[in-house]
């Protein structure tokens, strides 16, 4: 077969395999939004037939014999080809399926299977020594299937390849070294200031129907295209495209906090708008994919909080949202509400965390599962060790595990090297944010006026357009000229949170 042949037959099967993950998408969304609950087990049967159907087709043995023989012709010899960047991705999701071995792809469904029914109850519980075993187990796993892979330097780069292919421990230790140096004193400054924020104008009553009318309103105007999306509620929001023509949104409504519903549609718009603008006649094989979850982490952070919390963007929103809640907003000024919505408060969760004290949130995860994953912390000292390095990041005692050491769901679905990359997703929105600041320094008052477009199409060629032609840091460097750094996004924080509080 020639090498021409060979890649005309991966890339036909690359195409089915997108297919069938399409089809997932569609079951999986419509499991958190409109499925009866009865409907469960046929659907648990239905999503685990096309997984060993995709499993099948990619761990089919001649695409090994297509990769081989593409990989020793003349078509990958330029590495900036089309066929270069599709080989190079599908060569690495190919290894990781054929490398780790099935009976341990399988008792790695069985084991978070059931560790995220535990950790539920444990959480709800505060319960940790009842997840406890089923976590120690899932290291073990991990670093089995690290071993599997393969690594060069510590198993958790196996890992990380999975969610952000070229990342290293490396990388990110410095990347965190300089951001708790830096955010700690920030942090305390703030907690210090005199001024403070009125986040009470936040948890005023927000009658639901007008929630919905003014966010669709705001994803619309930021691009987000109803004609190929929709916009739905459930539990946990998300953000899941099928492919050219359709990408879900989700968001959840409390009518007792305005952020909830309308910031969460921002952030999953930024995840949309990325889905929405990949080249749709390459969907299906790598180059019509997105980059890593880093970058698709920015997309939503960029127009969640570079934009949406922005001072221009609620110059032309504000007035706005007073007519949507003329009697509840009318005694608020403008200045007042972009105060609270940017209200910077160390606390215990996660999820609720402001701009400046989120990434210290991602730091402690990042540490604690290096250490479990290198054995040098044991599951039994988690929440010990936890509990400390909090107190010591935040200066907050942790009262309980459940808001401790058992808040976030990932390590029970076996999500260990996932964290880092919404770190990695604010570094790149201050930078990429940065970089269209340089290239079209009139982008403030486009947002002034409501107008979103020129940023966009800037978003379209330098991110959306590529798949995944590049690894994230050589995508972040063509993009901004340089490679990630944390700078921009300090000094995006230190200017915007000390003028804020009339710290720094
Ligand atoms: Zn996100």
Redesign the pocket.
């Known amino acids: 077969m020639t090498a021409e042949a060979a890649y005309a037959e991966l890339i036909r099967r690359s195409k089915e395999l997108g297919l069938i993950h399409s089809c997932s998408a569609v079951l999986g969304w419509d499991h958190q939004t409109y499925m009866p609950p009865q409907g469960g087990k046929l659907r648990g049967e239905q999503m685990a037939y096309l997984a060993s159907w995709a499993h099948q087709r990619l761990t089919d043995p001649h695409v090994g014999e297509w990769l081989a023989t593409i990989e020793t012709s003349d078509l990958v010899s330029d590495p900036e080809s089309d066929a270069a960047a599709n080989v190079r991705e599908l060569r690495r999701a190919y290894n990781r399926a054929t490398k780790i071995p099935s009976a341990l792809v399988e008792e790695l469904a069985r084991v978070t299977a059931q560790a995220q029914q535990v950790w539920e109850q444990a959480k709800k519980n505060n319960d940790y020594p009842s997840f406890e075993p089923l976590l120690q187990r899932i290291i073990e796993l991990k670093r089995q299937e690290a071993d599997a892979v393969g690594y060069t330097d510590h198993r958790y780069n196996a890992l990380l390849d999975e969610y952000e292919p070229g990342t290293t421990v490396a990388e990110l230790q410095s990347l965190f070294a300089t951001l708790t140096a830096e955010l700690a004193p920030l942090v305390q400054k703030i907690v210090a200031a005199p001024r403070k924020p009125q986040t009470g104008i936040l948890t005023r009553e927000f009658p639901i129907e007008r929630q919905k009318v003014f966010a669709e309103a705001a994803a619309a105007a930021l691009g987000f295209d109803f004609a190929a999306g929709r916009l739905d509620t459930t539990a946990h929001p998300f953000c899941s495209g099928f492919g050219p023509g359709d990408c879900r949104i989700t968001t959840r409504y409390n009518p007792r906090f305005f952020n909830e519903a309308f910031f969460g549609v921002l952030?999953e718009t930024g995840?949309a708008l990325y889905e929405q603008g990949l080249p749709a006649e390459q969907f299906g094989t790598p180059l019509g994919a997105a980059c890593s979850l880093g970058i698709h982490?920015s997309q939503?952070r960029l127009w969640e909080n570079q934009v949406g919390r922005g001072h221009a963007f609620w110059e032309h929103f504000f007035p706005r949202l007073k007519q949507t809640f003329p009697t509840v907003l009318a005694d608020v000024a403008r200045e007042d509400f972009y105060f609270a919505i940017n209200a910077v408060q160390p606390s215990l969760i996660r999820v609720e965390a402001d701009e400046v004290t989120y990434n210290l949130h991602i730091a402690l995860r990042f540490e604690l599962e290096l250490a479990l994953l290198a054995g040098d912390l044991t599951t039994a000292d988690l929440p010990g060790a936890w509990n400390d390095r909090f107190q010591t990041l935040f200066g907050l005692p942790v009262p309980d595990d459940a808001r401790g050491c058992l808040q976030d769901i990932h390590w029970s679905f076996g999500g260990i090297g996932y964290f880092p990359t919404y770190t990695l997703g604010n570094l790149y929105a201050a930078q990429l944010m940065a970089a269209a600041k340089r290239d079209c320094p009139s982008l403030e008052d486009d947002f002034r006026g409501g107008e979103f477009g020129r940023l966009r199409q800037w978003l379209k060629t330098k991110v959306y357009r590529h798949g995944q032609r590049y690894r994230a840091g050589e995508l972040c460097r063509r993009a901004t000229g340089s490679l990630l750094s944390p700078q921009p996004f300090l000094s995006y924080l230190t200017e915007k949170f000390g003028s804020l509080y009339g710290v720094c």
Do not use: F, R, T
């Open positions: 952030h995840h982490e939503s």
